[in-house]
């Protein structure tokens, strides 16, 4: 790589911008031009900084922005064509693979090394997409290969509405099959199609998504 890459870092804790700020200043492929310690913070940046790529945390509470996907789609409204790498502790596949769909080129497990960070930055400025192995393994195991990476399977409406009522109004199978006057049997079965289309193999990662995406609207 010629020139530096002119980057804006944001993780809400300081030590970790401190940490990725040296360890890429220390291998020669990055100027630091901004760093951001909330997502009011970060979208500020962006906005009034010069920059080749963004490396932002998913989860930074706090601000009046949102984080997460939330804070991905703005992003991509303010500069659609700028890379994004994201740095994260997050273990949901889907989404994991609901990112790539919005455009994010990289992610990064904490975990992982520094070399990894390095290998996401490369891919992202030359346009290419790179995943923590750790992350890869992870799709993989939830039959999120090939094609199906970065593409988000779509729901039926029946879907829909049995994931939105079981993660926003927080019913029970028994209780979704009451209000919708449909089987227990028949709810189960819209409720684990949607899963097996998104990769999600428990409530709890079912919830996380669901946390994360507004299907209020879908």
Request: aromatic share 4%.
């Amino acid at each position: 790589m010629n020139k530096l890459l002119r980057i804006i870092i944001a993780d809400d804790h300081a030590v970790v911008r401190y940490g990725i700020r040296t360890a890429l200043e220390a291998n020669g492929m990055a100027e630091i031009v901004g760093e951001a310690g909330t997502a009011d913070e970060l979208i500020a940046a962006v906005k009034t900084v010069p920059c080749d790529l963004i490396v932002t945390d998913y989860a930074m509470p706090g601000g009046r922005t949102q984080d997460g996907v939330a804070l991905i789609d703005r992003l991509k409204r303010i500069k659609p064509e700028m890379p994004i790498v994201v740095i994260t502790a997050l273990r949901n596949a889907a989404i994991h693979n609901k990112l790539m769909a919005k455009g994010v080129k990289a992610i990064v497990e904490k975990a992982g090394g520094v070399q990894e960070l390095s290998f996401a930055l490369l891919a992202a400025a030359q346009g290419r997409t790179y995943l923590s192995p750790g992350l890869e393994s992870l799709l993989a195991s939830a039959s999120i290969v090939g094609p199906r990476v970065g593409h988000v399977a779509e729901l039926t409406t029946a879907e829909l509405e049995v994931i939105r009522l079981f993660a926003y109004d927080g019913l029970t199978a028994t209780q979704i099959s009451q209000r919708l006057n449909r089987s227990p049997k028949t709810i189960s079965r819209h409720k684990i199609n949607a899963q097996r289309k998104l990769g999600l193999s428990t409530n709890q990662e079912l919830l996380e998504y669901c946390r994360n995406n507004d299907l209020s609207s879908a």
